[in-house]
């Protein structure tokens, strides 16, 4: 049973298609960790051009799956959803490490663990199985920026 299902962690992320990378929430404790799940496919858009007859999912978006599931775990901590006027944003990313490629059909386990909160600033540690094998592994900072409507 899951914790979020798309719709629940639409509220949270203003990410959308092609970019909302987190399909749903299946574990969450407050202030220390979430894990969530993305689903590959062979239908997602990068594969058309990444590669059309070796697909593998770019280690950016990999990055950028870890970075939204940081986002549900700070907001989900905070007990808010974010407001109109407000994204939080990735503003750095340390210790990168990819050690298995992830092709369509593999299952994404994310997980996420507050390192460190003050103020505006999160930073996680992150990582990204494919059937309980490391895929990717980074130190995610993200920070809570207004913006101007």
Not at 31 to 53: C, M, Q, R, W, Y
Not at 108 to 134: N, S, Y
Request: charged fraction near 25%.
């Amino acid at each position: 049973m899951s914790l979020m299902n798309t719709k629940e962690i639409r509220r949270f992320l203003a990410h959308r298609y092609p970019m909302l990378l987190v399909d749903r929430v299946t574990q969450f404790e407050s202030g220390k960790s979430l894990t969530a799940i993305k689903n590959v496919t062979i239908n997602e858009p990068f594969f058309n051009g990444h590669f059309p007859d070796e697909p593998i999912m770019p280690g950016v978006l990999i990055i950028e799956a870890m970075a939204q599931a940081t986002g549900l775990l700070g907001f989900r901590t905070m007990g808010e959803e974010p407001q109109h006027d407000t994204l939080y944003i990735l503003v750095g990313v340390d210790k990168v490490k990819f050690v298995k490629q992830v092709v369509p059909g593999d299952q994404l386990i994310l997980t996420a663990e507050i390192l460190r909160h003050k103020g505006k600033l999160w930073v996680f540690k992150t990582e990204a199985h494919v059937d309980g094998k490391l895929a990717a592994k980074a130190e995610i900072k993200c920070a809570a920026v207004g913006t101007t409507a």
